[in-house]
C-alpha cells in the first residue's frame, strides 16, 4: 500500500566523485523530522477503534529510512530500473514511520538518483508531490538545502462555505445537519443513475462493470516498473488536433498501448476496459498531507479499432462521468469514493481478493507537477517518474506527471501477471507515433533526447527518452 516516486538529477558542475556520498551524510544529519515523516502505528488491537492509530516517533532512525544504493558504473535505464523495481516490491516496516528514501549513485552521464516510497495511508499522489517539492528550489546557485523530509505537511486551506468564523454553535450544527442531509439526496440519486447506466449502453460507465482481462486475477509480491517521458507541448497540440483534453489524450494512449500489449499476451476483450481516473478534491493552495481524491470511471474504447472513433468514445465517457460527478455537492463528494469502492475493499478484507467483482480494470492518473526547473544544491531535476499500488484485480497503474515542459509516465505493474512491461511503455510511444501521423500529417520531424541509451533511430516524434523496462 506504499506510492513512489523516482527523481533523476544531474549533479552540479564541478562536483567532485564524492558528491553523493556527501549529500547523503549530510541529509542524516537532519534531526528535523515533522509529521507525516515520523508517524507510525500504534502497537495493539484495535479493539474499539475503527481505524488504526497513529503515533509519532520522537526518535526516528535516519540509518535505517535513508539508504544508499550504488549501480555497477556506467549505470543505465535498465539497471537503475531493476533496482527500483527490486526496491518497490519490498513492504514497507509497520513497526517504523512508513517511508523509505534511497540514494543512487552511479549512473551514467553524471546523474544520480532519489527513490522515495510512502504508505498511502499518509499521502495522496497530489499532497505528496506538493510536499516533496517544497524542498526543491528553481535557483540553481542555491545551496544548504535541507533533506525532503525536514518539510512537513501544511495547513488544509479552509473553504470559503464552511460554517466556520462568525457564526454559532447553534447554526454551525444545523448547517452541518442540512449539509450531511443534502449530500445524503444527492449520494441517493447518483446510485439510482448508476443503476440505470448497468443496464442500458449509454456513455456513463458503472463502477463493477469491468470485463475480465489479463489485468485482473490475485496478485503476488513482486513488480515491474517501466517509464516514458514526451515532450507535453507537442501532447497538447494532438490532443488539440483531436478536439479533447490532455487527460483524454493520455486515456487513449493508455488504451492503445493496451490494446496491442493485449492482443498479444492475452486477449482484448469484446467490452472495452475501464479507467479508473483519480480526481483531485483539494484546493490550490492546500498543503495538507493525508488522501483527498475522488475516482471517475470511464471507457478505454479498447474494443474499438478505429482510431478517431476510440477518441470519440473516450472523450464521451469522461465528460459524462465528470457530469456525473459535477452534480453531486461538494460534502457527498468523498462519501461517494468510500460508497463506490466499498464492496470492493470488503472483498479484500474478506480475502476474496482477485475473485470478486472490481470496479475498473486499471487506474489511469495524470498529476500536475511544478512547470520550471527546479534544483537540490545545485542539481538539477532532469525527471520526476511517479510509482503507484497494485491491488487484487488491478495488476497494472499508469501514472503520469508533469514537469517543466514534459509528461513523465511511470508504469508499475505486477511481476507475475504482466510479462515483458517495457513492450506496454514502448506501444505507447508507438501509439504516439502514428496519432502524430493521422493527426498532423504534415507536422515536420525534429529531433528529439533519447535518455535510455538506445540508438538515435530508435527516437520518436514527441518522445524525449526511449521506455527502460525495471523489473526485479
Not at 469491468?210 to 503476488?220: I, K, M, N, Q, T
Not at 481524491?293 to 469522461?318: C, F, H, M, Q, Y
Not at 499508469?398 to 510479462?419: H, K, N, Q
Request: include cysteine; aromatic fraction near 6%.
Amino acid at each position: 500500500m506504499h506510492v513512489g516516486a523516482l527523481f533523476e538529477f544531474t549533479m552540479p558542475e564541478g562536483a567532485g566523485e564524492d558528491f553523493v556520498a556527501e549529500t547523503l551524510e549530510t541529509m542524516r544529519e537532519e534531526r528535523k523530522v515533522p509529521q507525516p515523516w515520523n508517524l507510525k502505528l500504534v502497537d495493539g488491537p484495535l479493539i474499539g477503534h475503527r481505524l488504526p492509530l497513529m503515533q509519532e516517533d520522537r526518535d526516528v532512525d535516519l540509518d535505517y529510512h535513508v539508504r544508499r544504493s550504488a549501480l555497477p558504473h556506467p549505470g543505465g535505464q535498465r539497471e537503475l530500473g531493476i533496482l527500483v523495481s527490486r526496491l518497490h516490491s519490498n513492504q514497507l516496516d509497520l513497526h517504523r514511520p512508513l517511508w523509505e528514501l534511497h540514494l543512487i549513485e552511479g549512473l551514467d552521464k553524471n546523474r544520480f538518483a532519489i527513490y522515495i516510497k510512502m504508505h498511502h495511508s499518509l499521502i495522496d499522489g497530489v499532497s505528496g508531490i506538493r510536499m516533496i517539492l517544497r524542498t526543491l528550489s528553481p535557483d540553481p546557485d542555491k545551496r544548504g538545502m535541507g533533506a525532503f523530509w525536514t518539510v512537513g505537511a501544511g495547513e488544509r486551506s479552509p473553504r470559503p462555505d464552511s460554517n466556520s468564523g462568525g457564526s454559532s454553535p447553534i447554526d454551525s450544527i444545523f448547517g452541518t445537519a442540512l449539509e450531511g442531509a443534502g449530500a445524503a439526496v444527492s449520494l441517493g440519486k447518483a446510485g439510482v443513475e448508476l443503476g440505470r447506466a448497468a443496464l442500458d449502453d449509454g456513455a456513463l460507465s458503472p463502477p463493477y462493470t469491468a470485463p475480465g482481462s489479463a489485468l485482473g486475477g490475485h496478485l503476488g509480491g513482486q513488480r515491474r516498473f517501466a517509464t516514458q517521458q514526451y515532450e507535453l507541448d507537442h501532447l497538447k497540440k494532438l490532443a488539440k488536433a483531436a478536439d479533447c483534453t490532455l487527460n483524454d489524450l493520455v486515456l487513449y494512449l493508455s488504451s492503445a498501448a493496451l490494446r496491442r500489449y493485449l492482443g498479444e499476451h492475452g486477449k482484448i476483450p469484446d467490452r472495452s476496459l475501464t479507467a479508473g481516473v483519480p480526481v483531485n478534491l483539494r484546493d490550490v493552495d492546500d498543503e495538507s498531507a493525508g488522501n483527498a481524491i475522488g475516482v471517475l470511471v470511464a471507457e478505454l474504447g479498447t474494443n474499438i479499432p478505429d482510431t478517431r472513433e476510440r477518441i470519440r468514445a473516450i472523450k464521451a465517457s469522461v465528460a459524462e462521468a465528470k457530469r456525473h460527478q459535477r452534480d453531486l455537492p461538494p460534502a457527498a463528494r468523498t462519501p461517494y469514493t468510500l460508497l463506490m469502492n466499498g464492496p470492493y475493499i470488503a472483498s479484500l478484507m474478506a480475502g476474496l481478493g482477485g475473485n470478486a467483482p472490481i470496479p475498473f480494470n486499471v487506474t489511469v492518473s495524470n498529476v500536475p507537477g511544478p512547470t520550471e526547473p527546479l534544483y537540490f544544491n545545485g542539481a538539477r531535476l532532469d525527471a520526476l517518474f511517479p510509482l503507484s499500488l497494485l491491488l487484487h484485480g488491478n495488476g497494472l497503474n499508469i501514472t503520469c506527471l508533469s514537469y517543466a515542459g514534459t509528461l513523465d509516465f511511470g508504469f508499475t505493474g505486477a511481476r507475475d501477471s504482466l510479462p515483458h512491461l517495457q513492450r506496454l511503455a514502448i506501444y505507447m510511444g508507438d501509439s504516439l507515433e502514428a496519432l502524430d501521423k493521422t493527426l498532423l500529417p504534415k507536422r515536420r520531424k525534429r529531433s528529439t533526447k533519447a535518455k535510455a541509451g538506445k540508438p538515435a533511430a530508435s527516437k520518436r516524434p514527441g518522445s524525449k527518452r526511449k521506455s527502460a523496462e525495471t523489473k526485479a
